[in-house]
């Protein structure tokens, strides 16, 4: 009997324990799809934790400069480079040419880092485009930015990097015959898994991974570089010299966007430390010090090593190649070729991780802002990292493993990553307008946000008159987010029972993964 007793009492606990919980996050402080932080948690390891005012739990400020390099850099170059780096030859039509373009492409990327350095350090939250968007042109626009990204480009792009990195992990085993789908798409999600499982348990081991990924791109890309510069110290090179090297040069309009293009999409990422602003140590020093170090170094690297490329590979050459760093590889490390393809996968590896660590960041943003549910905004309380978001971030990423055509959806979306920054862009200098009297440490000289503002307005026309078909339908993906914006985030008198089933469901998840909400 007292057995009995005792049993329901501790039911009683437990069901005043799922009110509390119901009418904390029913609260307006806390609401679903409400913006807001959520309340705060007890605290956890006080080495790893940030603990806010009340106690509660908020993420470590843990990126240091080094780190904030190897994202940018480890991000930036990931398969392409490696792979196909004759989208920018095909438009150009020369070596000379090909290397002009390469080179003002990282100029280009550099003038905008540098842009997004003043946003970051104005704007002090994580989230990059997304956190300024909604700060200058309100929710709605905010939410379509983030609707695509969860729905297509962050998912898609992750997939298709394990993808690759998969296929160069396999090839030994199939010399002589393409790799498997079935088995490369296996192991781009067995891939996906493990960082996935790395960013969950650690932040310091998510970032560990990330520089010595980065690292391990670099000296693979300082291998051609060198190669590259004694096949020049020995001569026959005659592709290279100035009176040479122009030839077949196409300067008409859509040629050299297309070719602008081609190379600034090598050099994507350039932003993504903007997405975790929030946790890096004394942002206003260390990221504009991580975009000053980190551009110039991967301008440098691309450049040299398309140079080193053409020692070897002619323009022809380069286009025909399925995979120009190994052919590359093959021409000159005889047995010692297979270190190439290696490289290439580790090269792959290290994208996948940083891509999943700032995206998870984004939804982890969006959540808090409500623009997503709560539980994408909550926190392991030991292990101090977002996991509700990773794992969402995950499970996205391999919903794609699905999919056979993922390419075409991705180019329905040419335009958007350069319509969105230029909507950044546009807004901080609005911001410099209407709101003089906000601390900025650092402040560009207005002709580069001008100049940056312009250049991705001629990008986004050049995507559309190329690919108008692709654009419009991407334009109507994009439109597909207002009714769910309007369900999901602006209905606040949603029925009862929709809402019992909403906090339902997250108080389970939360048990379930043990997380609690940021505090405040």
């Known amino acids: 009997m007292s057995g009995l007793k005792k049993r329901t009492s501790n039911s009683s606990a437990e069901r005043e324990e799922d009110r509390q919980v119901t009418e ?69 039509g020369s070596v000379g040419l090909s290397l002009v373009v ?56 992750q997939y298709i990097v394990a993808y690759v990195f998969a296929t160069y992990l396999l090839k030994p085993l199939f010399p002589v015959c393409p790799v498997p789908e079935e088995g490369a798409k296996l192991v781009a999600c067995l891939c996906i898994l493990l960082l996935t499982f790395v960013n969950c348990y650690s932040v310091k081991a998510a970032t560990r991974v990330q520089d010595i990924f980065a690292a391990g791109k670099l000296l693979a890309l300082g291998m051609i570089i060198i190669i590259g510069f ?19 040069s196409r300067y008409e309009f859509g040629s050299l966007g297309m070719s602008l293009y081609s190379g600034l999409f090598a050099y994507g990422g350039w932003n993504y430390l903007n997405l975790v602003t929030e946790e890096m140590i004394e942002p206003f020093k260390n990221l504009p010090r991580a975009i000053i170090i980190s551009l110039p170094i991967v301008t440098v690297v691309y450049v040299l090593t398309n140079l080193a490329y053409f020692t070897t590979l002619s323009p022809e050459q380069m286009l025909a190649s399925e995979a120009v760093a190994v ?33 998870s960041r984004l939804f982890f943003v969006g959540s808090r802002e409500g623009h997503l549910p709560s539980l994408l905004s909550m926190i392991h309380p030991t292990l101090l990292t977002p996991l509700p978001s990773l794992i969402f971030t995950c499970l996205m990423t391999l919903l794609y493993a699905f999919s056979n055509d993922i390419f075409s959806v991705i180019n329905f979306f040419s335009f958007f990553n350069w319509l969105c920054i230029a909507l950044a862009i546009v807004g901080m ?44 339908i991407g334009f109507g993906i994009i439109a597909t987010g207002v ?12 029925p009862k029972w929709m809402l019992h089933g ?4 997250t108080a389970l998840c939360q048990k379930v993964m043990e997380v609690v909400p940021q505090a405040t």
């Not at 009340?54 to 792979?83: E, H, M, P, Q, Y």
């Open 102 to 157: 390469w080179t003002v492409c990282g100029v280009f990327s550099t003038v905008g880092a540098l842009c997004y350095a003043e946003l970051g350090t104005t704007i002090t939250k994580s989230g990059g485009d997304y956190a300024y968007i909604l700060e200058v042109y309100g929710s709605l626009v905010a939410f379509l930015k983030l609707w695509i990204e969860l729905l297509i480009i962050r998912p898609s792009s």
């Open 327 to 359: 052919d590359f590889g093959n021409s000159h490390l005889g047995p010692m070729a297979w270190i190439i393809p290696v490289f290439v996968g580790l090269s792959c590896f290290g994208s996948v991780n940083g891509s999943l660590f700032t995206s």
């Open 502 to 505: 909403i906090v339902s469901t």
């Open 483 to 494: 009714p769910v914006y309007f369900i999901g985030v602006r209905w606040q008198s949603k």
């Open 230 to 248: 004694v096949k020049i110290g020995q001569g026959g090179v005659d592709r290279l010299l100035p009176e040479n090297s122009f030839e077949g």
């Open 429 to 472: 200098m609005w911001l410099r307008y209407k709101k003089p009297e906000m601390e900025r440490p650092i402040k560009v000289n207005i002709l580069l946000p001008l100049s940056f503002v312009l250049a991705c307005l001629f990008l986004i026309i050049v995507s559309i008159w190329k690919t108008p078909v692709e654009c419009a």
């Open 24 to 92: 904390k996050m029913l609260s307006p402080s806390g609401g679903v799809g409400e913006k807001g932080d959520q309340g705060g948690a007890p605290g956890g390891d006080p080495n790893n934790a940030a603990v806010a005012g009340d106690g509660g739990i908020v993420l470590k400020k843990n990126i240091t400069l080094l780190n904030g390099v190897a994202l940018i850099v480890g991000t930036i170059i990931g398969s392409g480079i490696f792979v196909t780096p004759s989208g920018v030859v095909k438009e150009a």
